[in-house]
């Protein structure tokens, strides 16, 4: 009994065989001298003139013997894929994860469309923003964002301040030398907000996508081992056509 699995193995194969031959059947039928043939013979006028030989040439393509040919590597071609196309109407497999069926007898056709979904999901899920692991963060349920504790810090402002460097004298005036000193004037308190998300959280994400990538994975060899009956649509196809 075929399995679906052997035919989606050698569907390509057959697919790649029969373009091949359509294209060299094309190209034969496409050129006139191959399909041209002549017989000449020579007689003189009289007993005494020039004897020449016979000239000939062979048909070297008979376009019937092409159409047979070409039924013959579709005919495959066209089976082939019938029986798969057949099959996957009626194959089909549970997706299951942790022993709980996430999707019941999904068929194939579905199962390769969930593997491409799955595969794109992961790629973003990977690139969710996370928060910063260098802060503590806690879910704020009024806004529903994540903030940071309270932290308070200190403002200040640059005062100008004299250092007497040397006292006024009688010739000299006083040698006064002027900084800056950082005098409190303020407190800020800040709160940081963010709307990402804990890494826990995303590498929780990520494993429940891999799990379902894996769950799709099995459950689509399952559909494809599913017992087959071969299709034969070709010799009706090409019977009508060039029969």
Known sequence: MTRLNQIIAVEKGVKSKSLQDVNAAHQKVQKPALLAGISRTYQPK???GEQLPPESTRVQVKAEEILREMSGSLTRLFDVTATKDWANRTAHADVTVDGRTVLAEVPVSYLLFLEKQLTELHSFVKKLPVLDAAESWSLDPSTDWWKTDPVRTIRTKKVPRNHVKAEA???????????????????????????????????????????????????????????????????AVFGYLFG
Not at 174 to 199: C, H, M, N, R
Not at 207 to 220: G, H, I, T
Request: proline share 4%; hydrophobic share 35%; net charge negative.
């Open 46 to 48: 009289d007993e005494e």
């Open 169 to 235: 004298t009688e010739k000299h005036p006083a040698q006064v030398e002027v900084y800056y000193e950082d005098v409190p004037i303020g407190y800020w308190t800040t709160v940081k907000f963010s709307g990402a998300l804990p890494a826990r959280r995303v590498n929780e994400l990520l494993d429940r996508v891999e799990k379902l990538q894996q769950a799709v994975k099995f459950a689509r060899e399952e559909a494809n081992g599913t017992e087959i009956t071969d299709q034969r649509v070709g010799d």
